[in-house]
């Protein structure tokens, strides 16, 4: 079956480094898209991908970075992790830009920053 | 800007009892609405969907939603609620942005907890 996969599940990390968490999709969705959820504010949209070598800036893209090198596949970039940045990631992919277009998401990453 | 509300933000209730989970969208022009639910320990999943048509949407699992526009709202309902209906609820809506489109702006979420 088609799906959404993210890794790893749960990360953590010191702040100042670099971590990339990866999400796989295999339904040749054209849409990506990555969201942080927090306590008090749900799901906030980092960045998004319309197609292969396109990414566009969410809500709340400060310290994060994106490439789409393929269809499948949308790596999420912290440069440089903060504390501010511990939250649970979720990534989402949609088959065409519509906005009536359904999103599915993935299984989320948890990442703890110290 | 888009923005969605979502006033309850913890509901309790007991099994068989009625839900009803509000959520309001500010945005004046066409918008598409949606309910996504996430259970313990599980990604979200959509429960429904509004984009045109029928103002009474229904969904998966029983759940059922009516988008009011001249209030600008589209509450969540249940007639009766089972101890399985636990879970995080979120209204997001998608009105575009003119050039790009599909960019979801989700409310802050309900936590339902069903007592059996």
């Known amino acids: 079956d088609a799906e959404i996969t993210q890794s790893p599940r749960h990360k953590i990390t010191e702040t100042g480094r670099q971590v990339t968490l990866a999400c796989h999709q295999t339904?040749?969705?054209?849409?990506m898209f990555w969201y942080r959820q927090d306590l008090g504010h749900g799901l906030r949209l980092i960045h998004y991908s319309y197609g292969v070598q396109d990414t566009n800036k969410g809500e709340v893209s400060d310290g994060y970075s994106v490439s789409r090198s393929n269809t499948e596949d949308l790596p999420l970039t912290l440069e440089s992790a903060a504390s501010s940045q511990t939250s649970v990631y979720f990534c989402?992919?949609?088959?065409?830009?519509?906005?009536?277009?359904?999103?599915?998401f993935g299984p989320g990453t948890r990442l703890l920053v110290l | 800007a888009q923005s969605v509300s979502q006033h309850n933000h913890h509901v309790i209730l007991s099994e068989a009892a009625s839900l009803e989970l509000g959520c309001n969208y500010s945005?004046?022009?066409?918008?598409?609405l949606f309910w996504y639910v996430q259970y313990p320990g599980q990604h979200l999943q959509l429960l429904l969907k509004?984009?045109?048509?029928?103002?009474l949407v229904k969904g998966i699992k029983g759940f059922e939603a009516e988008f009011i526009k001249s209030k600008f709202s589209f509450n969540l309902r249940k007639p009766s609620v089972q101890w399985s209906d636990t879970a995080e609820y979120f209204c997001?809506?998608?009105?575009?942005?003119?050039?790009?489109?599909?960019?979801?702006?989700f409310g802050t979420g309900t936590l339902l907890a069903v007592q059996p």
């Open positions: 945005y004046g022009g066409t918008v598409n």
């Open positions: 989402a992919s949609s088959e065409s830009s519509g906005i009536q277009e359904t999103q599915y």
């Open positions: 509004y984009f045109s048509g029928d103002p």
């Open positions: 997001a809506v998608n009105a575009g942005d003119g050039g790009a489109t599909n960019k979801l702006i």
């Open positions: 339904w040749n969705h054209n849409n």
